[in-house]
C-alpha cells in the first residue's frame, strides 16, 4: 500500500469539524442555515476554513454537562493549530499507521512493565491497609471490652470456693467444678425464675410485633394525612423519654390498676418498644409496592385478609428483627421488674442476681454461675437469630 505524507489534507473547498458550533458555522448565502453542519450545501460547511492539521486534532471529552447538549464537542481552531500530545508534526517523511502514544507507553511503542505496575498497586494496598489500623484498632478494643469480661464469667463459674477467692481469675479452673451452678440453682429457684422471664419475653415479643406492624402499616399506608404523620412523629418523641423519667407514674398506675406482677411488666415493655418497633416497621413497608394491595382489593380482598394474607407475610425479616430487639430489652431488664413486682417470688432471672450482691458476695463461683445462667439464654437466642437482625435492618433502610 503506497504510503500516503502527514501533511495530506482534503481538497480544497470542504472541511468537516468533528462536532462544531453551529452558531458560528452559518452558510454565506444563508441557504438551510438551520441544517446541521453535515447536512447543508457542500463546499460551504465552513467559514473558517484553513490548512489544519487534521491528524492532530485533539480528542474532546466526551462528557455533555447540562445545558451543552447543543454544544456537545466546540470547534477551536487553536485545537486544530495544537496537535495532541504524542502525534507527529508534520514534515515527516510518511504518515505512520501506529496510534497516537498513550500514558506510560515509551517512542518505541513499549509498555511499563508489569512489576511496576505491581509495585504502585502494592503501595496503594498499603497506604488502604495503613488507613484501616485506627479502624481496626477499635473495634479490637470493643471485642475484648465484650470477651474479657464473658471469659472472666465463665472460668470463675467452672472453680470451686477456693480457686474463686485465693486464685487468678484469668487462670483456667483445675480441676472444673460444677458445685456452683448447682447452688446457682436452689438458690435463685431457677425453673420458676426462668419461667418468669419466658413469660414475660414471650408476651413482650407477640405484643411488639402485632401492634407495631398496625400501626406501621396505618401510617405507611395513609402517611398523605396530617394526623397519621402527626402520630408517628409523636411515637418517635416517645423513643428519648427512658423509663426512670417515668416511672413514679407507672409504679402508681400498675398498682391502681392491679398490674404490679409479671403482666404488668410485660405491658410496659410493649409500650417502650412500640416507638422503636414502629419507626422500623413503617420503613420497611414503605419500601414496599403498594400496587400489590390494589391487585388484592381488586380481586374482592378487605383491608383485614390483604394485611394478614399479604403484607404480613411480607414483614418476616422485620418481625424477625423487632422480635430479638423485644425480647433482649425485656429478658436483660432490671429497673422495671424491680419497680413494678411486688411479689419476690414472681421475679425475673436478672432482679434475682441481686441478692448475690449482699449474702454472697465472697462466693464468687455461685455468683458467676448464676450469671453465666441467666445470660445464656440470651447470648444463644442473638448467636442463632443474629442474621435476621441484619438482614431486616437492611432491607428496611432500602427503599
Not at 505524507?5 to 481538497?11: E, G, N, Q
Not at 400498675?254 to 412500640?274: R, S, W
Not at 422495671?336 to 411486688?342: N, Q, W, Y
Not at 449474702?359 to 450469671?371: D, G, H, I, K, R
Amino acid at each position: 500500500m503506497a504510503a500516503a505524507r502527514l501533511d495530506h489534507r482534503p481538497a480544497d473547498g470542504g472541511l468537516h469539524p468533528h462536532q462544531p458550533r453551529h452558531r458560528v458555522q452559518e452558510l454565506p448565502e444563508l441557504v438551510r442555515h438551520h441544517r446541521r453542519p453535515d447536512r447543508r450545501r457542500p463546499g460551504h460547511l465552513d467559514h473558517q476554513r484553513g490548512d489544519e492539521h487534521l491528524q492532530g486534532l485533539q480528542r474532546r471529552r466526551l462528557r455533555v454537562p447540562d445545558g451543552e447538549r447543543d454544544d456537545l464537542l466546540p470547534d477551536r481552531r487553536r485545537d486544530r493549530r495544537d496537535p495532541a500530545a504524542g502525534h507527529p508534526r508534520e514534515g515527516s517523511a510518511l504518515m505512520s499507521l501506529q496510534a497516537p502514544l498513550r500514558p506510560g507507553t515509551t517512542a518505541t511503542g513499549s509498555v511499563r512493565s508489569v512489576d511496576a505496575d505491581r509495585t504502585a498497586g502494592g503501595r496503594g494496598a498499603g497506604r488502604r491497609d495503613r488507613a484501616n489500623w485506627p479502624v481496626t484498632i477499635v473495634l479490637a478494643l470493643c471485642a475484648l471490652s465484650v470477651l474479657v469480661p464473658l471469659y472472666v464469667t465463665v472460668t470463675m463459674a467452672f472453680k470451686t470456693t477456693a480457686q474463686a477467692v485465693d486464685g487468678n481469675a484469668f487462670s483456667l479452673p483445675a480441676p472444673f467444678s460444677v458445685d456452683g451452678f448447682v447452688q446457682a440453682w436452689e438458690l435463685t429457684d431457677f425453673p420458676r425464675a426462668f419461667g418468669v422471664s419466658v413469660f414475660i419475653a414471650a408476651i413482650t415479643v407477640v405484643g411488639t410485633i402485632l401492634l407495631a406492624s398496625f400501626t406501621a402499616y396505618a401510617i405507611a399506608r395513609n402517611w398523605e394525612r396530617r394526623l397519621f404523620r402527626w402520630s408517628f412523629f409523636y411515637l418517635l418523641a416517645a423513643m428519648f423519654l427512658p423509663f426512670p423519667v417515668l416511672a413514679l407514674s407507672q409504679v402508681k398506675l400498675t398498682g391502681l390498676a392491679g398490674l404490679d406482677n409479671p403482666i404488668g411488666v410485660a405491658i410496659l415493655h410493649v409500650m417502650f418498644q412500640l416507638s422503636f418497633s414502629v419507626l422500623l416497621f413503617t420503613a420497611f413497608l414503605r419500601s414496599i409496592p403498594a400496587e400489590l394491595e390494589e391487585s388484592a382489593r381488586i380481586d374482592g380482598a378487605s383491608t383485614g385478609q390483604v394485611f394478614w394474607r399479604l403484607v404480613f407475610p411480607l414483614l418476616a425479616p422485620m418481625s424477625a428483627t423487632v422480635g430479638i430487639f423485644a425480647f433482649l430489652a425485656s429478658w436483660n431488664d432490671f429497673v422495671m421488674p424491680s419497680l413494678i413486682t411486688s411479689n419476690p417470688a414472681l421475679q425475673t432471672l436478672p432482679v434475682l442476681q441481686q441478692m448475690f450482691q449482699t449474702q454472697f458476695s465472697n462466693n464468687y463461683n455461685v455468683s458467676f454461675a448464676s450469671y453465666l445462667m441467666a445470660m445464656a439464654p440470651a447470648i444463644i437466642v442473638y448467636l442463632v437469630t443474629q442474621r435476621w437482625v441484619m438482614a431486616g435492618v437492611t432491607q428496611g433502610a432500602i427503599k
